[in-house]
């Protein structure tokens, strides 16, 4: 198309707005965070073709795989147990997999490098990022929830305690997400192992078969993969009806915490550590 | 018209320091690289120098072309200058603030187009890109939105705002990307490669824009390109680099004129067998209307008076004698041989 173009000469519009007053850094570094909130559930909008077939082969797997095990037929009993320990697994799966896919893409593009001439930190970006794709994922997880327990006549209450630990597995899969986001500008190879290490979560997190049919060292391996203690917790806490303060008493809440913690600050460190070791080789894009 | 922005907005006042204090008639540097160096760590062979003790700096308002040949150092210096890049040694400085050290307000002063990078997101619309690289940058959407009209109107990119990128042609891609490096109307613009890929058109649409944007809007440009027509047309300063070296950064003006006393141009007004005058071994001879005209260097008078007494003694009629201004790109190879 032939154009041409000539700029009007007068004074542009956003200048003129933006004279005199800025935002305190915590309100447009959140605003900022947000964005890619934003950005993302945009990006989901539009690759929806994509989405929605996720949507039903997540779905359709729960059963499956319950069909599987259970010889041909669904046991309520495998069901109790591993429901929601799979509830997990669509989040992950999509917090880890999409973000790294995700990032190695506009490393390619770009927009990665025009990330970075943000006045806020990349971590702290990114973590809006991973909040789209953990809506995405607690959306595939709801549908998941609702539509098992209604087909198959199994019940998971809904105890507003069982927030507390729902939401540090949460945490714990976007801290892991970051950590494998940070490794992925490090390492070439990053997509095979994202893959390894989510099959290893969904095999050994509970909601395969229940994490007691597992060898002792087994299960002690499991327990420092993220979503399993979270599990343990959100399970004694929704579904055996244990109060909070039963699962703090016993070290069991601390723990979790303390780990989701680390496991936050695992992830953030090697992020950033990347992130500057990218910039020092060039490789930011 | 728009002045870069000294006590507010994306582009805000400078920092307190001696050294980049402005003094009553010095025009404020926009950019200041300091003996900027970088070397690639690459596995367990000797790190690849990319720059070595680069030092340029411009007013604003300028345009500066950063030429060289294919793995000179022009993009790794326009990166370092974003903070894209970190420099092994040397420093980096926008509109005043140190790029390693005030990182922060550092990139509020600059927006970039990088080379052989799509730069905006395909799969969101012109609009929603404009929105999002707004808010990355600290705006608001108050803010945003405005500007993003004004930009997407001046590229003729308005009328499509609301579909996806993906579907632009790569102008149009290109005027998307360079409306999201400008959304913050920051007063340094980095464009790596701005018409690589565009058709004539297109690119001259690019150029006259970035040309009113300093020109008009007092935006400091820096931009690398391999179109040396482009850069002699558009640019105030040319800075060419090879191997990582500055070799020159002098106003194109200057730059040209250095070597044209070199080159002379001698034109007669009859046809001249080239054949029959090996005295012109070194010159490029063309025949035009019944006359001809003589090219070539010449390096002092003496040789200049030896040719044409040669010619006067072939009875050639002389029509004009002059030096002839050289083209950025002749002066580029002569720059880079003498390198």
Redesign the interface.
């Known amino acids: 198309?032939?154009?041409?173009?000539?700029?009007?000469?007068r004074?542009?519009?956003?200048?003129e707005?933006?004279?005199?007053?800025?935002?305190p850094y915590a309100v447009?570094a959140t605003?900022?965070v947000l964005?890619?909130t934003?950005?993302g559930l945009?990006?989901l909008w539009?690759?929806r073709a994509v989405v929605l077939p996720e949507i039903i082969t997540f779905v359709a797997f729960y059963p499956f795989l319950q069909f599987i095990i259970g010889n041909g037929r669904i046991e309520r009993s495998l069901v109790t147990s591993t429901l929601l320990p799979f509830l997990t697994i669509p989040i992950l799966y999509l917090a880890i997999l999409k973000l790294v896919g995700d990032l190695l893409e506009e490393v390619n593009?770009?927009?990665f490098?025009?990330?970075?001439?943000?006045?806020?930190s990349p971590a702290s970006?990114l973590v809006g990022r991973l909040l789209a794709l953990l809506l995405e994922g607690v959306l595939i997880a709801a549908v998941i929830g609702v539509g098992m327990t209604w087909a198959l006549g199994v019940g998971i209450p809904l105890r507003p305690a069982g927030l507390l630990p729902a939401a540090l597995t949460l945490i714990d899969i976007a801290a892991f997400a970051l950590l494998i986001g940070g490794l992925a500008l490090a390492l070439p190879q990053i997509g095979g192992i994202a893959h390894l290490v989510s099959g290893l979560i969904f095999l050994l997190n509970g909601a395969f078969i229940p994490l007691a049919w597992y060898p002792g060292w087994l299960q002690t391996l499991a327990n420092v993969l993220p979503t399993t203690l979270g599990i343990a917790v959100t399970r004694r806490v929704v579904l055996d009806g244990q109060p909070l303060a039963a699962v703090w008493g016993d070290g069991t809440l601390p723990w979790l915490i303390g780990y989701t913690i680390l496991l936050s600050a695992l992830g953030w460190l090697v992020f950033m550590r990347n992130d500057?070791r990218a910039?020092?080789?060039?490789k930011?894009? | 018209?728009?002045e870069p922005?000294r006590?507010?907005?994306?582009g805000?006042s400078r920092p307190p320091d001696p050294e980049s204090a402005i003094r009553p008639g010095v025009r404020p540097l926009a950019f200041e690289l300091t003996a900027l160096s970088?070397a690639?760590?690459r596995g367990k062979g000797p790190p690849v120098r990319?720059v070595e003790g680069i030092s340029l700096s411009a007013p604003a308002g300028q345009v500066v072309g950063l030429l060289g040949p294919n793995g000179a150092g022009k993009t790794?210096t326009i990166?370092m200058m974003?903070?894209?890049?970190?420099p092994t040694s040397g420093r980096v400085r926008l509109n005043g603030y140190d790029v390693a050290r005030q990182?922060?307000?550092a990139?509020?002063q600059?927006?970039?187009v990088?080379e052989?990078?799509?730069?905006?997101?395909?799969?969101?619309s012109a609009w929603?890109n404009l929105l999002?690289?707004?808010?990355?940058?600290?705006?608001?959407r108050?803010?945003?939105a405005?500007?993003?009209?004004?930009l997407l109107r001046?590229?003729?990119v308005w009328e499509r705002r609301s579909q996806?990128v993906g579907g632009f042609?790569r102008?149009?891609q290109q005027k998307v990307a360079i409306a999201?490096a400008l959304?913050?109307?920051p007063p340094i613009l980095l464009l790596d490669e701005p018409t690589l890929g565009l058709d004539v058109?297109t690119a001259r649409?690019v150029k006259?824009?970035i040309a009113?944007?300093a020109h008009?809007?007092g935006k400091t440009i820096v931009l690398t390109t391999h179109q040396l027509a482009f850069a002699q047309e558009l640019c105030d300063r040319i800075a060419i680099i090879h191997q990582g070296r500055l070799l020159t950064d002098l106003p194109v003006h200057a730059l040209l004129a250095r070597f044209r006393q070199d080159t002379y141009e001698i034109r007669l007004g009859s046809p001249l067998d080239p054949g029959a005058a090996p005295w012109l071994d070194g010159f490029s001879v063309t025949q035009e209307n019944g006359g001809s005209s003589i090219r070539g260097p010449i390096a002092d008078q003496d040789r200049l008076y030896d040719l044409l007494a040669q010619l006067r003694a072939q009875h050639l009629p002389l029509l004009a004698v002059e030096p002839v201004e050289p083209s950025l790109e002749e002066v580029f190879v002569q720059v880079l041989k003498e390198g």
């Open positions: 198309m032939a154009t041409t173009t000539t700029m009007p000469s004074r542009s519009p956003a200048i707005q933006g004279a005199g007053r800025r935002d447009s605003r900022a964005n890619e934003q950005k945009w990006l539009g690759h593009s770009g927009t490098e025009q990330m970075h001439l943000s006045p806020f970006l500057r910039m020092q080789q060039g930011l894009g | 018209m728009f922005r006590g507010d907005g994306p805000t970088k690639y760590e990319a790794t990166k974003c903070g894209l890049v970190t990182r922060p307000m990139v509020r600059v927006g970039a990088l052989g990078a799509r730069n905006v997101y395909w799969s969101l929603q999002y690289f707004g808010r990355l940058r600290g705006l608001t108050r803010q945003i405005p500007r993003a009209e004004y001046s590229l003729d996806t042609s102008g149009m999201a959304i913050t109307d058109q649409t006259d824009w009113q944007l008009e809007q």
